[in-house]
T-cell receptor, first 114, second 114 residues
Framework: SQQGEEDPQALSIQEGENATMNCSYK?????LQWYRQNSGRGLVHLIL?????REKHSGRLRVTLDTSKKSSSLLITASRAADTASYFC??????????????FGTGTLLAVQP | GAGVSQSPSNKVTEKGKDVELRCDPI?????LYWYRQSLGQGLEFLIY????????KSGLPSDRFSAERTGGSVSTLTIQRTQQEDSAVYLC????????????FGPGTRLTVL
């Protein structure tokens, strides 16, 4: 399977704390994205980092990428109860005739306690 | 504007029956994707449509699965002779054009095969 892996599988923190999730992938990539999913339904795009970037910020989100280790991390600072959701990393590889499909990681279930 | 819509939101069927799942992408989006999310397999790519190009069917798990996209807009995913292992949430996503990185997801159809 091409699917990446995320750890931890589940994370429980208190409001105001930071949450860090890690993603490892198997193939070459041209970008890596993070998506959020509430209640097992539709996914919402959070942030994208390209293969030639090492760090990216968006609001309370910080993403890092280490292509030599085929890994990425998502940091959510000052977490809120509303951040409770599942978080997935997803990679794309569009060269060699491959299409722009997303290869997802296994996901991290984040619970933020009020 | 309107997002990606999917119908039905829930579908319960008996083993051996055929089912059709519908996806209405965001107006003007030329790329359309189907994914499946199940407990055992996580989030996996099924099929991809881009304009008038031949679809990428590389993710379809068996020949019981097929999909079409009419007029470059609405897509239907058909599962023939459903099996219990087909039970999953089927997610549709669209994006403005090929190679556009972010994908916009619908709320999904939860399929239960009894």
């Amino acid at each position: 399977s091409q699917q990446g892996e995320e750890d931890p599988q589940a994370l429980s923190i208190q409001e105001g704390e930071n949450a860090t999730m890690n993603c490892s992938y198997k193939t070459s990539i041209n970008n890596l994205q993070w998506y959020r999913q509430n209640s097992g339904r539709g996914l919402v795009h959070l942030i994208l980092i390209r293969s030639n970037e090492r760090e990216k910020h968006s609001g309370r989100l910080r993403v890092t990428l280490d292509t030599s280790k085929k890994s990425s991390s998502l940091l959510i600072t000052a977490s809120r109860a509303a951040d409770t959701a599942s978080y997935f990393c997803a990679t794309t590889w569009v060269y060699g005739g491959a299409t722009n499909k997303l290869i997802f990681g296994t996901g991290t279930l984040l619970a933020v306690q009020p | 504007g309107a997002g990606v819509s999917q119908s039905p939101s829930n579908k319960v069927t008996e083993k051996g029956k055929d089912v059709e799942l519908r996806c209405d992408p965001i107006s003007g989006h030329t790329a359309l994707y189907w994914y499946r999310q199940s407990l055992g397999q996580g989030l996996e790519f099924l099929i991809y449509f881009q304009g008038n190009s031949a679809p990428d069917k590389s993710g379809l798990p068996s020949d019981r699965f097929s999909a079409e996209r009419t007029g470059g807009s609405v897509s239907t995913l058909t599962i023939q002779r459903t099996q219990q292992e087909d039970s999953a949430v089927y997610l549709c996503a669209s994006s403005p054009r090929d190679w556009y990185n972010e994908q916009f997801f619908g709320p999904g159809t939860r399929l239960t095969v009894l």
